[in-house]
T-cell receptor
């Protein structure tokens, strides 16, 4: 089955530093990946759509200069939280599907990254 | 904006009982998907029902869709303690290309052994 690997699972960083989160599709190619943010006991909030070979599409209210997304290959998308602040502490999750499969078989999610900024 | 709205928001049942969760949405959809999330983990896709389908089964899961009422229900039969998790419905508006899902707020299911 489709597998998406997300690393790291958790990270603690100091305010002002940057953190990179990786999302890899292991057994399929993904032209599109999605990045979500989830606060405790809340739903997933879509942050951006990552498009292979082109710029990401950000949702309204999401700072593109703060949350840098790079989708350099068909199997890897990265989310970099720049100049992190404590309010950026959250659970970040990526998802992907093979081209055209999301609406047929659903999406595969990474295991998530718990970011704590101190 | 929140597309899917699940109810109840929390459900506690005894092992062996059935669990029914409902989801309502507001705009037209191509399909509706249900996901499970264990605490602190990513989401796992459970089942997808297309807009032209009314009912679908997968193992102990049964999902229904009523597009006239813009609602869906997920039934888990003979629940187990391992079914304890949060459940989300998500609506997919588009055909073909991978499109953005909109998630509901989620239902927390607790199954008591």
């Amino acid at each position: 089955g489709a597998v998406v690997s997300q690393h790291p699972s958790w990270v603690i960083c100091k305010s002002g530093t940057s953190v990179k989160i990786e999302c890899r599709s292991l057994d399929f190619q993904a032209t599109t990946m999605f990045w979500y943010r989830q606060f405790p006991k809340q739903s997933l909030m879509l942050m951006a759509t990552s498009n292979e070979g082109s710029k990401a599409t950000y949702e309204q209210g999401v700072e593109k200069d703060k949350f840098l997304i790079n989708h350099a290959s068909l199997t890897l998308s990265t989310l970099t939280v720049t100049s992190a602040h404590p309010e950026d502490s959250s659970f970040y999750i990526c998802s992907a599907a093979a081209p055209g499969q999301g609406g047929w078989r659903g999406y595969t999610f990474g295991s998530g990254t718990r970011l704590t900024v101190v | 904006s929140q597309q899917g709205e699940e109810d109840p928001q929390a459900l506690s049942i005894q092992e062996g009982e059935n669990a029914t969760m409902n989801c309502s949405y507001k705009t037209s959809i191509n399909n509706l998907q249900w996901y499970r999330q264990n605490s602190g983990r990513g989401l796992v896709h459970l089942i997808l029902i297309r807009s032209n389908e009314r009912e679908k089964h997968s193992g102990r899961l049964r999902v229904t869709l009523d597009t006239s009422k813009k609602s869906s229900s997920l039934l888990i039969t003979a629940s187990r303690a391992a079914d304890t998790a949060s459940y989300f419905c998500a609506t997919d508006p588009d055909t073909g290309a991978n499109s953005k899902l909109t998630f509901g707020k989620g239902i927390t299911l607790s199954v008591r052994p």
